[in-house]
């Protein structure tokens, strides 16, 4: 039992020092008496705060297609899974030895690969990609080969790298959580496309009415393959943030932050590099760098990452910061917009809101070219050990799932649920994607469901090794949050209307008691006990 406890110990010691230092000017700052707890705000589950973190770029093979089977090898950490953990539908031996994209089957990549180029995960690309469900074009149109000169070790895969999946060597934190929390094996992107149409999904489940009105052209014609009739599909940046750069729009409409205040539910965005590296005539400038773990620094702030930005009521346009400690999660200047070292402080100073999204720096979200399955596992497990440590925990749920597919392979198409005739669709045909009615308001360029994505439930009230199968997608979050705070729906054309629950990953009949602390660096377990 004492050892038990010393290595609970280091690992809360852990947390708290790779945690951002609180500077004492905000510490000290007494608390807002008129801002109500998270814990106050009636749900209709035991959950009081809901936390999502945000990466970037997985589908749901590239990550856990072997799951639970791992081929480490000497020096890599060493996944050994429970031997009651479930399968998922993943990679199966017909798949890995005759997979219908041939001459390329996936093929396995291993820690010395972390590091790997981006793919193409546009709107019509990734639709041609699936080619109707045969889902045999990824090499075609999707496969970005990488250079010789900055992937010597993985140019020779040419277009096969597109079929490129890690395992439980690799991404073993994730792997780990799945083992003693939930997972969802069939989990979409709400839509097709790169990081914006995922980003506003998550937060709204609604990507039209794009205002024209309130967007800017630099005159290059990307605006115009970024919103088709009058739905954002691509990655145009927002138009109320000073970061943002042309290309940019705006959308109407609402999204999860306007329904949690017209509840006044505490609620915030926090983002790495949000914080202004200068202020120029003005104007934030964001400029911040952080380094990922081969020590290349990369540009901290990603605006089109931002989804909150492209609405006129929640956006903080000039990143402001908020004016004391007790505003954040609540009105005031930051406008409920935050660096990310505000959620250290919040959750420091038992101040955490009822709803976080959480948006690692670029060097950690897990971006193929900026990022890795390593630096991502840093953060998420940062993060993770630090909530299990604090007194917020027996109240946690923490989804974390990823923006887009980035164009890797899956094998699984979902149902069409949205059908949409657009120039930019090309899912069954050219210009098309299915060929019934569209059922969420008539609007086009939102066919959906997007590629497969994993989705975990971290959480005390989160099933143990626990393998879900329910139809869900990027809205199935809005929704949850809606129906924990007994909100209304963001509105007419919104997925949420359509969502699947994700409940079924939680028991909310058995709080559990453990708790489970990684290394953040290897992802296997420090310590797993009952506290």
Not at 3 to 21: E, G, Q, S
Not at 24 to 40: D, G, I, V
Not at 458 to 482: C, H, M, Q, W
């Amino acid at each position: 039992m004492i050892r038990k406890n010393l290595r609970w110990m280091a690992a809360v010691l852990l947390a708290v020092n790779l945690a951002v230092v609180t500077p004492n000017s905000l510490m000290a700052q007494p608390p807002n008496n008129n801002a109500r707890n998270a814990e106050s705000f009636p749900t209709t589950t035991p959950i009081k705060h809901v936390v999502v973190i945000f990466q970037e770029n997985v589908s749901f093979d590239h990550y856990f297609g072997t799951y639970p089977n791992s081929d480490a090898i000497a020096g890599e950490p060493q996944f050994h899974a429970r031997k009651d953990t479930p399968a998922v539908n993943g990679l199966t031996a017909g798949l890995l030895a005759a997979n219908p994209n041939q001459p390329y089957p996936p093929i396995r990549l291993d820690r010395s690969e972390n590091y790997t180029c981006d793919q193409n995960h546009d709107y019509t690309p990734e639709q041609q990609a699936f080619d109707s469900g045969l889902m045999d074009k990824f090499p075609e149109f999707t496969a970005t080969p990488c250079s010789a000169k900055t992937y010597p070790n993985l140019a020779p895969l040419g277009p096969g790298i597109v079929m490129g999946y890690y395992d439980g060597a690799t991404v073993t934190a994730l792997w780990n959580y799945a083992q003693h929390f939930s997972l969802d094996d069939n989990f979409f992107g709400t839509t097709f496309g790169p990081s914006t149409p995922g980003a506003l999904n998550v937060t709204s489940g609604f990507t039209g009415d794009a205002d024209l009105g309130h967007s800017i052209d630099d005159g290059s014609g990307d605006l115009e393959n970024d919103v088709v009739d009058g739905s954002v599909i691509g990655d145009a940046d927002p138009y109320y943030d000073d970061c943002g750069s042309p290309d940019q729009t705006s959308l109407t409409g609402k999204n999860i932050g306007d329904l949690l205040n017209q509840r006044n539910v505490s609620w915030g965005w926090f983002q790495g590099g949000f914080t202004p590296s200068a202020i120029v005539a003005g104007k934030a400038q964001c400029s911040t760098t952080t380094n990922r773990l081969d020590g290349t620094p990369e540009t901290a702030y990603s605006a089109h990452h931002n989804p909150f930005e492209y609405y006129a009521s929640t956006a903080n346009i000039h990143h402001t910061p908020p004016a004391s400690l007790s505003e954040i999660g609540h009105a005031g200047p930051a406008n409920h917009l935050y660096d990310l070292s505000y959620f250290w402080k919040a959750l420091a100073n038992g101040q955490l809101p009822a709803v976080t999204y959480l948006k690692a720096n670029r060097a950690q979200d897990g971006h193929p070219n900026n990022s890795s399955p390593l630096d991502e596992q840093q953060f998420v497990v940062t993060v993770l050990n630090a909530l299990q440590a604090s007194p917020v925990w027996d109240s946690t749920a923490v989804f974390i799932t990823w923006d887009d597919s980035d164009g890797w392979y899956d094998h699984v198409m979902g149902p069409i649920v949205n059908q949409s005739v657009s120039k930019a669709d090309g899912l069954t045909g050219v210009g098309a994607c299915g060929t019934g009615a569209n059922s969420l308001g008539g609007m086009q360029a939102r066919c959906g469901y997007g590629p497969r994505i994993p989705c975990l439930v971290i959480s005390p009230y989160a099933k143990d090794n626990f393998v879900d199968g329910t139809l869900t997608d990027f809205s199935s979050i809005v929704r949850f949050i809606e129906d924990n705070w007994d909100l209304d729906r963001i509105g007419p054309g919104s997925f949420d209307q359509i969502a699947g629950p994700l409940t079924n990953m939680f028991d909310f009949t058995n709080k559990r008691s453990d708790r489970l602390f990684l290394d953040p660096l290897t992802g296997e377990v420090l310590a797993s006990f009952k506290h």
